[in-house]
Each structure stands twice: as structure tokens, then as C-alpha cells.
């Protein structure tokens, strides 16, 4: 997680944090040598999957990962948050090697929510989902995320990023999220995002 900067705004240091969780950014260039062969895949994928197929009877409980995410994220709530992770999720961070636990995820998130809650600044995700793909118990979604952080004196900063996710069906049959990566991108490209059948599309299209 970003280190303790106190001479930092908390704004600023959140803005360079663009994974679908709570403020962590991700690096394709460093990280677990499995995990990128698996992104490689995934993205891969993505890639060549020409057209979002009609809705899916999994669309409804893939869609509410990231209502989780958003709840957690407006409550500044790391357990939320989290929540929404499978509990052997690998994650990839930016600077990290290795790639990070769902333990040290979770730590991170606490850290984080803490002091979005110290600064009292309102954190709003949305998400628009362009693609997902599902088969064999594993959904890799790609989509444009935005997040709006909100302070006390009414200034807020927005962000944007584009995002891959993946979850896999667990056990009991709920799905959680494995690993996920993003990159910062444009309020153009959030315009641009087209709806498309069962899948979330947070506001109103352009």
C-alpha cells in the first residue's frame, strides 16, 4: 500500500491508485511470473472477443461485485471492500515484488479507508462494463472505472481508469474476484463506453 506521507494531500496520493479496489495501483512489469502468464491470457481474451454476447444467468452476481465495491468504497469500508476478494487472491501492485496476499490487501485497505475517514473525504466509484466473458467458472470482465473523491470543503477530483477484472465461482457459488489491473485513462473513454446487455453501466450513456 501507498506509505504514510503526511505532507501529501490524500487526494493526490488516492489519484495514483486505479484498481478496482480501494486506492492500489497495479504494475504489469513487475510481479508473481504465474500471475502474468495468467493476465497475459485474460487479456488476451478480451482481445479477441469481438462483440458482448446477450445477458447471462451469472450477470446478476457478477454485477453486484461491483456494487460491493462501490458500497465499500462510499463507507470507506475495508471489510466491504475486501469482501468482495476471494480470500487466495494474489494481487499485483506497483513497486511490489511479490505480488501481494489477500491478507496484506485487506491490511492495506484498512490503512487507506482509515484515513479517507480521518479527512473526511467521500469516495464514489462507478464502473462500466464493456466486455465479460464467462466459462467454466471463471468471468474476466473489462470495463472504464470512475472515481470521484469528494472533499469537506467541496472541491472534488475525479479519475478515471480502464480495468480488467477477473472472479471465479467459489465453492458455495457466490464469485469473487481474483486478481484485477487497470491504467489510468480519459473521460473520453468513459463517454465513449456503450452499454451493452446484463452488464453494469453505471449513469446515464452519452
Not at 504494475?27 to 447471462?56: C, E, I, N, Q, Y
Not at 464493456?130 to 473523491?149: P, Q
Given at each position: 500500500?501507498?506509505?504514510?506521507?503526511?505532507?501529501?494531500?490524500?487526494?493526490?496520493?488516492?489519484?495514483?491508485?486505479v484498481?478496482?479496489?480501494?486506492g492500489?495501483?497495479?504494475?504489469?512489469?513487475a510481479?508473481?511470473?504465474?500471475?502474468?502468464?495468467f493476465?497475459?491470457?485474460?487479456l488476451?481474451?478480451?482481445?479477441?472477443a469481438?462483440?458482448?454476447?446477450?445477458?447471462?444467468?451469472?450477470?446478476?452476481?457478477?454485477n453486484?461485485?461491483?456494487?460491493?465495491l462501490?458500497?465499500?468504497?462510499a463507507?470507506?469500508?475495508?471489510?466491504?471492500?475486501?469482501?468482495?476478494?476471494?480470500?487466495d487472491?494474489?494481487?499485483?501492485y506497483e513497486?511490489?515484488?511479490?505480488?501481494?496476499?489477500?491478507?496484506?490487501?485487506?491490511?492495506?485497505?484498512?490503512?487507506?479507508?482509515e484515513?479517507?475517514?480521518a479527512?473526511?473525504?467521500n469516495?464514489?466509484?462507478?464502473?462500466?462494463?464493456?466486455r465479460?466473458?464467462?466459462?467454466?467458472?471463471?468471468?474476466v470482465?473489462?470495463?472504464?472505472?470512475?472515481?470521484?473523491?469528494?472533499?469537506?470543503?467541496?472541491?472534488a477530483?475525479?479519475q478515471?481508469a480502464?480495468?480488467?477484472?477477473?472472479?471465479?465461482r467459489?465453492?458455495?457459488?457466490?464469485w469473487?474476484?481474483?486478481p484485477d489491473?487497470?491504467?489510468?485513462?480519459?473521460?473520453?473513454?468513459?463517454?465513449?463506453?456503450?452499454?451493452?446487455?446484463?452488464?453494469?453501466?453505471?449513469?446515464?450513456?452519452?
Amino acid at each position: 500500500a501507498p506509505p504514510a506521507e503526511p505532507g501529501r494531500p490524500l487526494v493526490e496520493r488516492v489519484s495514483g491508485a486505479v484498481s478496482v479496489g480501494l486506492g492500489l495501483p497495479i504494475d504489469f512489469s513487475a510481479g508473481d511470473p504465474v500471475m502474468m502468464k495468467f493476465w497475459a491470457g485474460a487479456l488476451t481474451a478480451v482481445a479477441f472477443a469481438t462483440a458482448a454476447p446477450a445477458a447471462r444467468p451469472e450477470d446478476a452476481a457478477l454485477n453486484g461485485l461491483y456494487e460491493t465495491l462501490a458500497r465499500g468504497a462510499a463507507a470507506a469500508s475495508a471489510e466491504t471492500i475486501a469482501g468482495a476478494f476471494a480470500d487466495d487472491a494474489i494481487l499485483l501492485y506497483e513497486g511490489r515484488t511479490p505480488a501481494l496476499t489477500a491478507a496484506a490487501f485487506r491490511d492495506s485497505l484498512t490503512t487507506m479507508s482509515e484515513r479517507l475517514k480521518a479527512d473526511r473525504v467521500n469516495l464514489t466509484s462507478e464502473f462500466r462494463i464493456e466486455r465479460r466473458i464467462v466459462s467454466d467458472g471463471l468471468a474476466v470482465d473489462n470495463g472504464v472505472l470512475r472515481r470521484t473523491l469528494k472533499r469537506p470543503d467541496g472541491t472534488a477530483h475525479i479519475q478515471y481508469a480502464k480495468f480488467v477484472v477477473a472472479a471465479r465461482r467459489q465453492a458455495d457459488g457466490r464469485w469473487k474476484i481474483v486478481p484485477d489491473a487497470s491504467m489510468p485513462a480519459s473521460q473520453d473513454a468513459w463517454d465513449r463506453a456503450v452499454p451493452a446487455e446484463g452488464l453494469k453501466y453505471d449513469g446515464a450513456a452519452g
